[in-house]
């Protein structure tokens, strides 16, 4: 179980070096954040894009090493690139360079060229916050706008899969609502209500999933007491699912920007992870997403998905 | 403009005590954060409920002073006794004790010796937290479930008029959202752009309002210059206005349970404000959603309201 996110720097350390290819390569924060996993050892990264800008990059910044580069200014066709080079096993992580989200999944979802691997593809994203003793993934904050109630069954079987490639054997899974009690009147509540009522009936093997809940009753064992809650999963979430993509986005903002937390995200779903970061993110933010592409690729394969 | 949730100990001081009829009040916690405001002598309770159970407690807690104390065992009965004192002008506050929160809040509405003065109640929640600069006031997250366009205009106007009672002469109010773009497929995103295009062609003399925007664009100066966003609102917002309950109870339990947030929150919309603490609210956050009612109770008298 991770202790914070920054618990990835230790945990790439053992792990074989994975090939990464960068979709859009040239720009400066996305060459900074593939530079610095680089030099921790545990990638090797392919740079699709507008080779004379990205080697002006690499000089300026002094950047060591001589990475691949494949030159290509179309931005369907450098995506395509990047999805040949998947389905022929010769990278293990895709990630988003200088490039609209839209067109690399897109290409990600092409039926031809695609590499789709699950039914769904969500954004899981992991955040650590001082003073809260668990790392806390968060899903979908970032992709799925307003989930179904089988797309969230779907986005909590991504976010599983993740967990248990880092290690999770049986992670804590919490339905997010803004109340404890399922009601009619709120959504949420009743889709947590579907999903556990479904689980009680079939229980998962490999996690535990309990809600709907408010935040405080996922996160604070004191409050779980005052409310005298009896619960697996209340006070000592793993995973948190929110109720739609305002809502997940709501908590990872939150957390990242007004309680020091530091995060990690990836997309799920793919034949590969894919690292998929904004502009807005932090070079720490960036890193740490690659090294969790890392990891989790690495857990896959031992896991022999 | 408040600096902390905490500055509202100091606000209090200079105020004319305020009287508070607190709904059964045979609760040791509510007659805990009663004693405590009644110390700093900023209100004078009347407490109503069981009278034996209350005298109890009160030489239990070895609570100085002597309230006023009417007799009432029936729920219904007890809230009319608070609507009726607030509506001959004998109280400036109500507050809710050990009763459900629904037959309060019907009392509340009652068309016939109910206390709704404007056309809609909401929650307004107020949190600082350490190393933000801002208070942010949060609405709604605890009473509209999935307000409609016209009812987050009428949860705007009881925010900014709470602001306005607390000193804010031109409060910066930000729409919540995911994104910062309006698309089709968000519904917060439509909202928002509705409620901006109006503002715009009506522009507010006493508010400035803009949105949507994902919480980093509001709180954050340097993720609003990283995207190149210009707004008066963005990166310096005071009221938090979001798409609907969960999305503001989110955020609102997120920053007090993970973030050290300090909180406190009244209801708004009534003839005087009403304070509707939870179990789950520490007794500080009790106590400071006292002063906040008292401190806004003051503003609306000043302001003529």
Redesign the interface.
């Known amino acids: 179980m991770l202790k914070s996110v920054g618990d990835l720097v230790n945990i790439v350390k053992t792990i074989h070096p994975k090939r990464i290819a960068v979709v859009f390569a040239h720009d400066e924060f996305v060459i900074d954040a593939v530079h610095e996993a680089a030099k921790l050892g545990v990638i090797k990264p392919i740079l699709i894009g507008d080779q004379q800008m990205i080697n002006s990059i690499i000089r300026e910044k002094g950047c060591q090493g001589s990475p691949d580069i494949i030159h290509c200014i179309d931005p369907e066709e450098a995506t395509k690139i990047a999805m040949d080079l998947v389905n022929k096993g010769d990278v293990d992580i895709v990630m988003k360079g200088l490039i609209d989200t839209k067109i690399l999944l897109k290409g990600v979802v092409n039926k031809d060229y695609g590499i789709r691997l699950y039914p769904l593809l969500s954004h899981v994203g992991l955040v650590s916050?001082p003073?809260?003793p668990r790392v806390l993934f968060a899903s979908d904050?970032a992709m799925n706008?307003?989930p179904s109630v089988e797309e969230k069954r779907l986005i909590i079987e991504n976010a599983v899969l993740l967990a248990h490639s880092l290690g999770y054997s049986m992670p804590k899974v919490g339905l997010?609502?803004?109340?404890e009690k399922v009601n009619p009147?709120?959504?949420?509540t009743v889709d947590a209500g579907e999903i556990v009522q479904y689980s009680q009936a079939n229980p998962p093997k490999d996690f535990l999933i309990d809600g709907p809940f408010?935040?405080?009753n996922l996160?604070?064992l004191e409050?779980v007491k005052?409310?005298g809650i009896r619960s697996p999963v209340a006070g000592e979430c793993d995973i948190l699912i929110?109720?739609?993509?305002?809502?997940?986005?709501?908590?990872y903002?939150?957390?990242?920007?007004?309680?020091?937390?530091i995060s990690a995200g990836i997309i799920i779903g793919a034949k590969v992870p894919i690292v998929l970061t904004s502009?807005?993110d932090s070079s720490q933010a960036k890193l740490y997403s690659i090294l969790l592409a890392v990891v989790n690729q690495d857990g896959l394969l031992i896991a022999g998905h």
Do not use: E, W, Y
């Open positions: 916050i003073g809260h904050g706008i307003q997010v609502s803004s109340v009147k709120i959504q949420s408010a935040i405080d996160v604070s409050s005052h409310k929110f109720p739609n993509l305002d809502g997940g986005n709501i908590f903002k939150t957390t990242v920007f007004l309680a020091n937390g502009r807005a």
